[in-house]
């Protein structure tokens, strides 16, 4: 029962660590469905955790935050929009800038504002998004096997979380039996033809980035003020690449998408559980080498299980209109 009880709380750390990784997966999925590559993921989720930990400091409201954090995403969007649509410009090099961008501004106002290092205030629980006890969860959680399942696998979570396996389905719908998904994915493939149909390729493509922002956003306030209580510097860690190549392992689909994320989440997880065991023959390993697992796990299964992996056509490519 005790490898069980073990078991279930590998998967619950399972589900917290994969929700950021979902909703930059999926929200990298609009934008690159659209034909927009989008590298700046990284930053976006740096810069709503920000934005999202900074005002809910100052006003104590959880919600304001995640207003703020989505706020914050739209603006780099909209940047990010701007040098690749209209200006036609590379759209990597435009994604790398806004990684540094964020990576310095959240730094300097962090600093500038509350004279921590760049963190932002330790938020106590009515600043932040706290967890949701499901109905009868107490009660069932001695029952064997399906109680422990309810009251602390699925039971437990924020919003947050619960918004963003929600996501996935409405995901799914919305790219593959919508008028609006039928065009969005088209203007990924052949933009061309769509222009040539009457519609509008800029239009599409920053309703894209609208939706990629509004999705990213809420990651990077689940990281500041679900998942943590405030910001930390960098405390994105990489999640924004790793979703880039969950959504490349998935080739581009949502359901993919979440059980590669859920997959990282449970290397995250376990490599937590890990550390301070000793192994036989071996010993003792160092943290670090536990810590390094997730990631060099997913270098493998990427490089020998992903198969062809062929992105949208126009991915990448600005699309200039003929006159």
């Not at 689909?253 to 559980?273: E, I, M, N, S, T």
Request: charged share 10%.
């Amino acid at each position: 029962m005790n490898y069980f009880n073990d078991l279930i709380l590998i998967l619950d750390s399972t589900v917290r660590l994969a929700v950021p990784l979902i909703l930059a997966c999926l929200a990298g999925l609009y934008s690159e469905r659209a034909g927009i590559v989008d590298i700046g993921l990284e930053g976006k989720l740096l810069g709503s955790a920000f934005g999202a930990a900074a005002v809910a400091a100052v006003t104590g409201s959880p919600w304001l935050g995640l207003f703020a954090g989505i706020g914050v995403a739209l603006a780099m969007s909209g940047i990010h929009g701007l040098a690749s649509i209209n200006l036609k410009g590379n759209q990597t090099i435009s994604g790398v800038a806004l990684n540094f961008l964020a990576a310095g501004l959240t730094t300097f106002l962090g600093q500038s504002w509350f004279h921590r290092g760049g963190m932002t205030p330790q938020l106590n629980n009515d600043q932040r998004f706290n967890p949701i006890v499901l109905p009868f969860a107490p009660e069932l959680a001695g029952v064997p096997i399906l109680g422990p399942i309810y009251s602390e696998l699925i039971s437990g979570h924020n919003i947050l979380a619960y918004a963003a396996f929600v996501a996935v389905p409405i995901t799914a719908f919305v790219l593959f039996q919508t008028r609006f998904g039928l065009r969005l994915r088209a203007v990924g493939e052949n933009p061309k033809a769509l222009d040539t149909a009457g519609i509008s390729v800029t239009l599409l493509r920053y309703q894209a980035l609208i939706i990629t922002a509004v999705l990213v956003g809420i990651g990077g306030t689940y990281l500041s003020i679900a998942q943590s209580a405030g910001f930390n510097n960098n405390m994105s860690a990489g999640r924004g690449y790793i979703a880039l190549a969950a959504l490349i392992f998935a080739k581009w689909k949502p359901w993919p998408a979440l059980l590669v994320c859920l997959l990282f989440g449970f290397l995250d997880a376990l490599q937590f559980r890990l550390q301070g065991i000793r192994f036989p023959v071996i010993g003792e390993v160092p943290v670090q080498a536990i810590q390094v697992l997730p990631y060099v796990l997913t270098i493998i299964l990427l490089a020998g299980f992903i198969g062809r992996a062929v992105a949208p056509k126009a991915s990448g490519i600005p699309y200039t209109k003929e006159r």
